[in-house]
C-alpha cells in the first residue's frame, strides 16, 4: 500500500512544499508514481531514500551535492567511486563542522561556569547579610 504526500510530510517533518520541492529538483531516486486522479503515491523505499536525503540536507550537503549524487545512484552499476567520493567529501565537511562545534562549546561551557560561580556568590553573599 502506497502513502499520501500528507503521510510523507508526517513521517518525514518535510512540509508537503518541500516535498513537492525535492520531487521538482530530483531528489528522489525514482519517479513517484501517481496513483487515481494523479495523487502521488509513495513508497517505503521512497521514504527511506528521503530520509537519508533529509539528513544529508541537515548535515549541511547543497541540494546540487545531493541531486549529483542521486543521478549516480539512478545511473546504476558502474559509478560507486564517484558515489563514495562525495560521500567522503561531505563526511569530511561533517567532521570538521562537528570540531568546530566542539569548540563553540567549549567555549560557551567555560562562559556558563563563569556566570554561574558569579550568580552562586551574589547568592551566597546575599543569605550571608
Same mark, same amino acid.
Given at each position: 500500500?502506497?502513502?499520501?504526500?500528507?503521510?510523507?510530510?508526517?513521517? *518525514?517533518?518535510?512540509?508537503?512544499?518541500?516535498?513537492?520541492?525535492? =520531487?521538482? =529538483?530530483?531528489?528522489?531516486?525514482?519517479?513517484?508514481?501517481?496513483?487515481?486522479?494523479?495523487?502521488?503515491?509513495?513508497?517505503?523505499?521512497?521514504?527511506?531514500?528521503?530520509?537519508?536525503?533529509?539528513?544529508?540536507?541537515?548535515?549541511?550537503?547543497?541540494?546540487?551535492?545531493?541531486?549529483?549524487?542521486?543521478?549516480?545512484?539512478?545511473?546504476?552499476?558502474?559509478? =560507486?567511486?564517484?558515489?563514495?567520493?562525495?560521500?567522503?567529501?561531505?563526511?569530511?565537511?561533517?567532521?570538521?563542522?562537528?570540531?568546530?562545534?566542539?569548540?563553540?562549546?567549549?567555549?560557551? *561551557?567555560?562562559?556558563?561556569?563563569?556566570?554561574?560561580?558569579?550568580?552562586?556568590?551574589?547568592?551566597?553573599?546575599?543569605?550571608?547579610?
Amino acid at each position: 500500500m502506497g502513502l499520501s504526500i500528507g503521510q510523507v510530510a508526517e513521517r *518525514t517533518g518535510l512540509s508537503v512544499h518541500a516535498l513537492r520541492f525535492y =520531487e521538482k =529538483e530530483g531528489i528522489l531516486a525514482h519517479q513517484v508514481h501517481r496513483g487515481p486522479g494523479g495523487r502521488r503515491v509513495y513508497t517505503e523505499q521512497d521514504l527511506a531514500w528521503l530520509r537519508m536525503c533529509i539528513m544529508l540536507r541537515m548535515s549541511g550537503m547543497p541540494v546540487p551535492e545531493i541531486r549529483r549524487y542521486t543521478d549516480l545512484v539512478r545511473q546504476g552499476d558502474g559509478n =560507486e567511486l564517484q558515489r563514495l567520493d562525495i560521500l567522503k567529501e561531505h563526511q569530511e565537511r561533517v567532521r570538521l563542522q562537528m570540531e568546530q562545534l566542539q569548540d563553540c562549546m567549549d567555549l560557551i *561551557t567555560h562562559k556558563v561556569g563563569v556566570y554561574q560561580d558569579y550568580v552562586n556568590s551574589i547568592d551566597a553573599r546575599a543569605v550571608a547579610q
